[in-house]
């Protein structure tokens, strides 16, 4: 849940955030459980709704426009953050405007002290996503390459479940990545050399799990920390090489880095090094703005409003979409 000023084409500015985690809820499961992340939506929204006006130290009528997400992801979750923004803005009389989770996630790095300049190469790396997008502005994305199977995120969280670490598993295989030697295993980097910018992640998973069970029940933590460390590297490397391919396919000089696995350190400092070499610079979101958050929607929703893009559905009535393609956003 946040707040984003709009003040004429000045930068918008968050004024206020505020973020319920729903990790240790589904962390007894080993995953999300639908059924309770709804719920939990229930129960947190008109909170985190006061909560962010009173650190604001504004009230309800000062706000001018609800931006919720409209997809893709959960229904339940969806329908509950839907629901509460459209009746939100039918009582307060102004108008509800539905964003993409996706792009939320690619202008992220707005909401930080140097934000991107357009057009960029952007690789947008989370939970179920993979793809490489050449963003010429807000709204306009063309999909370069994606993954033709797992995403990234999901090869971390897979990965980690296997080495017994708990939910969601990324940051836990990063940090016990730092004690492992990454070159330990030779784990395999599918498409590495297709020449395109696309991706595959589900061998990955089946080669960890070999190993896994090639070393057996009692492995002992350095044992652990080389695989996780060997797992980290194959997932980077795919990363930065398709990185590349569409930096010079598009000849830009500008790369955004987005969604949750943009927080893992390996991948910033190799993007970091190989960018630098080639004269291209990089954006990140802040890192606690990498993984879901309110204020990407409100800033996605923002950059909408001051580029005439605004669109709200003028009937009162809204949908949601568990599927939707960012290009047709
Ligand atoms: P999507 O946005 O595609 O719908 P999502 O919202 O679940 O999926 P995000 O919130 O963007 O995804 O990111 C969560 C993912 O990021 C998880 O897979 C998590 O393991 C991964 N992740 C977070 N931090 C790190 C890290 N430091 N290293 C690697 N992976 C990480
Ligand atoms: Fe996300």
Redesign the pocket.
Known sequence: MALVEVDGDKPPRLVAQALHSQISMHQAYGGVVPELASRDHVRRVLPLTREVLSQAGLALHDVDLVAYTQG??LAGALLVGAGVAVSLAAALDVPALPVH??EG?LLSPFLSADPPEFPFVALLV????TQLMRVDDVGSYEILGETIDD?A??A??KS?KLLGLPY????H??RMAEFGNPEAYALPRPLLHSGKPDFSFAGLKTAVLTQVKKIGDSPCDQTKADLAASTQAAIVEVLVKKSLLALKETKLKRLVVA???G???K?REQLNAACAKRGVRVHYPELSL???NGAMIAMAAALRVQRGMANPRQDGGFEVRPRWDLSAA
């Open positions: 893709p992801g989770h996706l996630h989370s939970g179920g996503h995403a995120g999901e971390f969280d980690a969601p598993g990324g940051p295989l990063a969604g949750g696995v927080a893992n350190a991948l990498c993984t879901d």
